[in-house]
């Protein structure tokens, strides 16, 4: 992509430098509803990391973060027996924490789950699997939630590998 | 397309078809809203406009094609395609190439473009 690049900072990812913090701070003191789209994997790369700490810097401001929505890699970032090394962040507890501090839904796009084999355990006895791999509170939902969260939420931000 | 919701929605696709499934998610996310009565605009930039290239082949690794995907957006009111059109000069592409008529726009027009809409996702 590199000899096709095009100005991505207009609508593009947000990524990687410590500016994503700013971003969330720059809006004012108007509480808005903020909706995450995830599409990066935990720990490959540095979107969902970057997410978690604009998540931080969303509520820390007073903002609301209701949605958000895991699609493409992302939906490893809801795997049940992710077992990161005691020193290094557990990123899929922290997202639990966001849910469980702010009641942040956390949604997995279904299609992108199944194919990579996040399911959750309804959908592992319909397809004959043992054992269930989605971790709760995250859940299995459509594309259209997605969708709606771009439309009912007052920001939409993408967090891409 | 109904005009009230003419500028829903703008996607926009940047990878080509084959080495990765971000055309066919990006696409998936277009129908989907379509199928939720919003109005889709896709705008193909960079390797994206490769989606564009007739007799795409879904090869032997088993994926499935784009192109049917994209021959079924009309049936979705899916009907405002443009592409970059600095990508199609630079890949030596004319309209003649490309499966269907998608109106060109050049990159200095893309912010205004953007700013008409009120939902963009990048593929």
């Known amino acids: 992509m590199k000899t096709l690049s095009w100005p991505r900072r207009l609508a593009g990812p947000v990524r990687y430098d410590s500016s994503i913090v700013t971003m969330a701070m720059e809006v004012g003191s108007l509480p808005m509803r903020y909706a995450l789209l995830v599409q990066g994997p935990p720990y490959s790369v540095q979107a969902s ?10 509520v820390a401001r007073g903002h609301q973060l209701d949605t958000v929505f895991f699609y493409h890699d992302g939906v490893y970032n809801a795997a049940r027996l992710a077992s990161p090394p005691q020193d290094e962040p557990h990123l899929v507890d ?26 959750d ?41 | 397309m109904s005009d009230s919701h003419a500028n829903d929605m703008l996607v926009v ?12 998610e990006g ?15 896709l705008l193909f930039s960079g390797e994206g ?27 979705y009111d899916i009907d405002a395609f443009w592409v970059d059109v600095d990508t199609l000069r630079s890949l030596g592409l004319k309209q003649d190439d490309l499966i269907f008529p998608v109106a060109e726009m050049a990159r200095e027009a ?9 939902l963009i996702l990048n593929f």
Do not use: Y
Not at chain 1, 95 to 118: F, K
């Open chain 2, 110 to 118: 893309f912010p205004d473009f953007f700013q008409q809409h009120q």
């Open chain 1, 94 to 119: 922290a997202w639990r924490n966001l849910h469980d501090q702010h009641g942040t839904a956390l949604l997995v796009c279904i299609a992108s789950g199944l194919r990579r084999g996040i399911v």
């Open chain 1, 121 to 161: 355990a309804k959908e592992a006895s319909r397809h004959g699997k043992e054992g269930f791999s989605l971790a709760p509170p995250f859940e299995l939902t459509g594309l259209g939630q997605l969708i709606d969260a771009g439309f009912t939420h007052d920001r939409l931000v993408t967090f891409a590998p």
């Open chain 2, 27 to 41: 696409l998936e996310a277009a129908l989907v809203a379509a199928a939720f009565g919003r109005g889709v605009s």
């Open chain 1, 49 to 58: 990391h970057s997410a978690l700490r604009f998540a931080g810097a969303v």
């Open chain 2, 49 to 75: 406009v490769m989606a564009l290239l007739d007799s795409q082949q879904p090869g032997p690794l088993g994926q499935k094609g784009t192109q049917p995907m994209l021959e079924m957006l009309p049936m």
């Open chain 2, 13 to 24: 696709l940047r990878h080509s078809p084959h080495g990765s499934s971000w055309l066919r």
